[in-house]
């Protein structure tokens, strides 16, 4: 059994900055690609950024140069640094992560969320 726990959400003004981690934990044979997501109120879950078990990472038009996504293997933890956070970042963030487990069976799993809310 395989778990992600995210954490480092909360209430930031505009303009402000936060670091959400995510690490994996149990039965964890190899982790693919690593991905956050966010889903604001009333609108669908949209990918934020991805990066892959060698580093390449993409990110959606709305986070480019101020959303920086990195991975520490050793520690089997993705971070998101979000720097000049808008109210329009407002949303649950997810990660997401492909890993084969110990039974080298594919699986796709899915943090619990954390709150990010930018308000002055």
């Known amino acids: 059994q395989v778990q992600l726990v995210e954490s480092g959400g909360g209430l930031i003004q505009p303009g402000g900055s936060l670091r959400l981690s995510c690490a994996a934990s149990?039965?964890?044979?190899?982790?693919?690609?690593m991905d956050w997501y966010r889903q604001a109120p009333g609108k669908q879950r949209e990918l934020v950024a991805r990066i892959t078990s060698g580093g390449n990472t993409n990110y959606a038009d709305s986070g480019k140069g101020r959303f920086a996504i990195s991975r520490d293997n050793a520690k089997n933890t993705v971070y998101l640094q979000m720097n000049s956070l808008k109210p329009e970042d407002t949303a649950i963030y997810s990660c997401?992560?492909?890993?084969?487990?110990?039974?080298?069976?594919?699986?796709?799993?899915w943090g619990q969320g954390t709150q990010v809310t930018v308000s002055s």
């Open positions: 997401n992560a492909k890993i084969v487990g110990t039974n080298l069976v594919f699986y796709d799993y």
């Open positions: 149990g039965s964890i044979f190899k982790i693919n690609d």
